[in-house]
Structure formats: structure tokens, C-alpha cells
């Protein structure tokens, strides 16, 4: 694996069977994780219908970690009923750094990223556009240009504690 994506489902608190199907991981609005129908390892070869397609144009070597939540999301100011919890970011930014850890993953902008910020760097993909994570609801001040740094370096934090243990 060689690369982490992190996603919003767009949808509810907890996954849904087809949200199974698109990511291998999925945290719900308490911060459990829920494993996805495919493993990791299914994305080394996308071979349709026997992989996670969370990324457009990226999915190959890539593991896909998407909180549920975000449905109804228009704008900071229109978040919908789903936001995404304290909890539940929090769990997911571990969860990307014991993956991190365990598949010998380096963090950093081109390795661990948003949707949004693989749809930025590669706009010639059906990635573009997307806005998945642009919007942090527990941690408001972030700028959706800075989300993904915001996460990479919540992610190295749970690493250093990770490796504290």
C-alpha cells in the first residue's frame, strides 16, 4: 500500500452497505471503526468489482478511510445533521496512523491526503471537485486549504503515541 485517502461518506452516523462496498474503513459518529467489504490489499490490483473505488483515478495502492457523516453538507454555514464528531475524527486520525504504521506509509502531501486534495493535484480525474475534506465541524477555524495538513499532523501525533506504547 502507498497511500492513505480520507474521506466523508456524505451520508449518516453509521455505514451503510453501500458505503461498505466503496472504503475499507468507515468510523461512526462514536468512533468505532467498521471494516469495509475489501481489504486493503484488494486495491494492490483494481480489478472491477474486487476492490474499494473510494478515489477516482487513485485507487490503486491507496486505502480508503471515510468518517460517516457530512449529509446534507452545502457550507460551513449549512453543515447539515451529520456533522462529524470530535469522536469521531479522532478515531480516524488514529486509525490513519496505526495503517500508516503498519503498511510503512510516510505522512505526508502526497502519501496520506483529503478526496479534495487528490481531486486538486490530479484534475484530469472524476476525483476532481470533490469536497471531502474540506470542512472539519469540531475543529472550525481549520481552512479548507489547510484541512489536510490539519489531519496529517493529527495523524503524526497518534504515531509518536503509537510509538510512546
Known amino acids: 500500500m502507498k497511500r492513505i485517502i480520507i474521506h466523508w461518506t456524505a451520508g449518516r452516523y453509521s455505514p451503510s452497505a453501500v458505503e461498505k462496498n466503496y472504503?475499507?474503513?468507515?468510523?461512526?459518529?462514536?468512533?468505532?471503526?467498521?471494516?469495509?467489504?475489501?481489504?486493503?490489499?484488494?486495491?494492490?490490483?483494481?480489478?472491477?468489482g474486487h476492490y474499494a473505488a473510494h478515489t477516482g483515478g487513485g485507487n490503486t495502492g491507496?486505502?480508503?478511510?471515510?468518517?460517516?457523516?457530512?449529509?446534507?453538507?452545502?457550507?460551513?454555514?449549512?453543515?447539515?445533521?451529520?456533522p462529524i464528531t470530535r469522536k469521531q475524527f479522532e478515531a480516524a486520525m488514529k486509525l490513519c496512523a496505526e495503517l500508516a504504521l503498519k503498511y510503512n506509509i510516510p505522512v505526508n502531501s502526497a502519501t496520506v491526503m483529503s478526496h479534495?486534495?487528490?481531486?486538486?493535484?490530479?484534475?484530469?480525474?472524476?476525483?476532481?471537485?470533490?469536497?471531502?475534506?474540506?470542512?472539519?465541524?469540531?475543529?472550525?477555524?481549520?481552512?479548507?486549504?489547510?484541512?489536510?495538513?490539519?489531519?496529517?499532523?493529527?495523524?503524526?501525533?497518534?504515531?509518536?503515541?503509537?510509538?510512546?506504547?
Open 116 to 165: 479534495y486534495e487528490f481531486g486538486i493535484k490530479n484534475p484530469q480525474t472524476s476525483s476532481a471537485g470533490k469536497i471531502d475534506v474540506t470542512y472539519i465541524p469540531p475543529y472550525p477555524w481549520v481552512d479548507k486549504n489547510e484541512a489536510g495538513s490539519f489531519m496529517r499532523s493529527k495523524i503524526k501525533w497518534y504515531m509518536s503515541k503509537a510509538k510512546e506504547v
Open 23 to 48: 472504503y475499507h474503513f468507515l468510523v461512526d459518529k462514536d468512533g468505532n471503526i467498521h471494516k469495509g467489504n475489501f481489504a486493503p490489499e484488494d486495491n494492490l490490483v483494481c480489478t472491477k
Open 62 to 82: 491507496a486505502i480508503g478511510v471515510a468518517m460517516c457523516a457530512m449529509c446534507g453538507f452545502k457550507s460551513k454555514s449549512l453543515i447539515g445533521d451529520y
